[in-house]
């Protein structure tokens, strides 16, 4: 009888011992605390972006009431997610997905693939495992990778550089390429490197405090493996507004190589690895949660700018000609002549 | 203090091994149980996921050579599957896991017929939670190696004519080590190489494992149908990260009881007297 005495104390341990995670139900009100709440400890781009989280909750938690409905509680869920300003950051429900759209609705398209399809490429070029390529007409090799998310492998890469290994420099149109797997951008970069390069580091929220982060860990890209194909000649990376999260790193990476450069616009950033949650009522929820900077330690998440002097738009006026004006800029930086 | 558990329990898997070639009672077992699981993970989600779990076990006991009579050896193992849905029943989660452990019990009576074993125990699990609508953080790998205690309390009696083994059995780590991810760091950046903080000493604190069985072991000749109820329960926080796993489930087995025998040398009229139940 005298173990039981120990019972309490036996129980207290457990109690302790189990560690406490809020609960929220699925009401309107704490759908939009928990809804704060994730991105309050999670997010990674507060300070950066100037965000007063407090304060966007002083605004918006006023319009949310229990007898609202569904819509109308996502609608203001959503519109507070737009404050972070993130193209990585979005609400799911059932019935919708909210995206920040102005990180590239503001800016000009760019990039239209009809345009080089009729006027550069004739409908004459090979495709394979997500990437177009073919010969310009002033020699110049032409590769267009419009997803990340495409599988691209090292025999794909083989035959590509093989074929237009003739070629006297490289154009890799990654313009509207929104982004995918971080693999595939390690795949392509390394066939232009011939030694270990820092590509970027990583870092990743420590605790839910706005500024606990964890030291940048730096990430280095081997090149391609013996017996792979390489490419030393010069290599123009176009790119737009819409190069975006693994498009927009890739971006960054190429342009911190020699005889590399880098034309067109801005991309659209996109350089905070995103997580998922979610809320009681079912609705999912994504942000950025792991910031990437570049080679020189620089944050991504705002873009990339062309290498200097190389800023170049498409020309509405000359694309109604049949011209894509950053194509043109692009061989013409290669040697080669825009307008045969 | 750690150190001085695991040379014992080292020399005496030791000389468990000189004495393989001697016969020795062993109860082994496999059993299935199936229940409630549920799971909380924030590194997955803040939600609480609820479902079925199931966990094929394997137990054997043994009486140890230098002291059969008060010292047996148990080795267990298992294999879990969870599946679980969120409150909204809109996503699923599962989780597979593989646990294995070896303790040495030291057996005692207690008043009324009662039979009390206690003893060390050291226990490897690894397994994954996998969160089927998450995007970069879609798993939690739950890997841990831990020491602690194992108890029972065991008393027999007869049912009508039959004999029936009435056991609870408790099981606490006390100390050992544990994996877990830093707060929002990504799988991808552990696979680039970042392997830091991501190993730590188990202590009450931050990693609270307590396992209960009560089981009747229905005898008929040397086997037995064993049916039982177990309760599990894993509650972890480190790095921000709390997760806890816990469940409820009715456990169905068969039991056998046998000795192990040197070839050529019948077992000893001794041995066979010792009815070492796990």
Redo the contacts between chains.
């Keep these: 009888m005298r173990l039981l005495r120990f019972l309490p104390l036996l129980f207290a ?2 109690l302790a ?8 139900d ?1 009401t309107p009100r704490q759908t939009f605390e ?1 809804l704060w709440t ?1 991105l309050d400890e ?1 997010y ?1 781009f507060f300070r950066e972006k100037g965000v007063d989280w407090e304060e966007v909750h002083s605004r918006y938690a006023p319009m949310v009431a229990d007898r609202m409905t569904s819509r109308e509680l996502f609608d203001v869920m959503a519109r507070m997610l737009d404050e972070l300003r993130d193209g990585h950051t979005n609400l799911s429900a ?1 019935f919708c997905t909210s995206y920040y759209r102005r990180w590239w609705a503001d800016y000009p398209e760019n990039f239209d693939w009809r345009l080089v399809q009729e006027n550069y490429l004739n409908f004459n070029y090979i495709s394979s495992a997500g990437i177009d390529y073919a010969v310009l007409t002033s020699n110049i090799g032409y590769i267009r990778y419009s997803s990340f998310s495409s599988p691209v492998g090292e025999g794909n890469l083989d035959a590509a550089l093989s074929y237009l290994a003739p070629c006297d420099g490289l154009i890799i149109d990654v313009r509207s390429n929104s982004g995918g797997s ?1 693999t595939y951008v390690e795949t392509i970069a390394r066939r232009f490197i011939t030694d270990r390069t820092l590509a970027y580091s ?1 870092c ?5 405090e706005h500024d ?1 982060f ?1 030291d940048p ?1 730096p ?1 280095y890209f081997n090149p391609a493996p013996e017996g792979r194909v390489m490419w030393d000649k010069p290599v123009v990376v176009l790119c737009n507004r819409g190069t975006f999260s693994a498009g927009n790193i890739f971006v960054s990476v190429m342009k911190s190589l020699p005889g590399v450069t880098v034309a067109g616009a801005t991309t659209g950033g996109g350089s905070g ?10 609705w ?1 929820v ?1 942000f950025s ?2 910031p990437l900077y570049d080679a020189d330690g620089r944050l991504t998440e705002f873009g990339v700018e062309p290498t200097e002097g190389c800023a170049v738009d498409l020309d509405p006026e000359a694309a109604l000609a049949g011209r894509d004006t950053m194509i043109d800029f692009a061989v013409g930086l290669l040697g080669g002549n825009p307008q045969p | 203090m750690l150190r001085k558990l695991l040379i014992t329990l080292c020399l005496s898997a030791a000389l468990c091994c000189v004495a393989a070639g001697v016969e020795r009672p062993v109860n082994s077992s496999w059993g299935l149980a199936l229940g409630s699981a549920h799971t ?1 993970d ?1 590194y997955l ?4 996921y609820s479902g079925w779990g199931a966990e094929l076990t394997y137990r054997r006991a043994q009486a140890m050579k230098f002291n059969p009579e008060r010292w047996s050896q148990n080795v267990d193992f298992g294999l879990a599957f969870d599946s679980m849905e ?6 699923s989660m599962y989780y597979a896991g593989f646990d294995a452990s070896y303790a040495m019990l030291w057996r005692t009576s207690l008043p009324w017929g009662v039979t009390a074993g206690i003893g060390p125990h050291l226990r490897g699990d690894i397994g994954v939670i996998y969160l089927a ?6 798993a939690s790998v739950k890997a841990s190696v831990t020491a602690g205690a194992r108890g029972y309390l065991q008393r027999r009696f007869t049912l009508g004519r039959m004999p029936v083994t009435l056991r609870w059995q408790s099981e606490l780590p006390v100390t050992g080590a544990f994996f877990s991810p ?5 799988y ?2 552990i696979y ?3 392997h ?2 991501l190993a730590h000493a188990a202590w ?2 931050n990693f ?1 494992r ?1 396992d209960n069985q009560v089981t009747a072991d229905l005898h008929f000749s040397p086997n037995a149908l064993r049916v039982g109820f177990c309760q599990t ?1 894993l ?3 480190v ?2 990260i ?1 997760s ?1 796993q816990w469940g409820f489930a009715f456990i169905l087995g068969v039991t056998n009881d046998w000795l192990t025998v040197t070839p050529g040398r019948a077992p000893s009229a001794e041995n066979r007297k010792i009815i070492f139940a796990y």
């Design positions: 341990v457990v011992s189990c560690h406490e995670v809020k609960e929220y699925a928990q994730i999670h990674c059932s971080m990583i990743h929220k420590t605790g839910p606990a964890s860990y990430v690895m995103p997580f998922n949650s979610e809320l009681t009522c079912g999912g994504r949660a792991s | 909380i924030t989600t803040p939600l609480r969120n409150p909204a029943r809109n996503a609508r998450n995007g970069n953080n879609p830093q707060y929002d760091e990504l991808y950046e680039l190489g970042n830091s903080g009450w604190g609270f307590w329960l509650s972890t926080k790095n921000n709390t806890r």
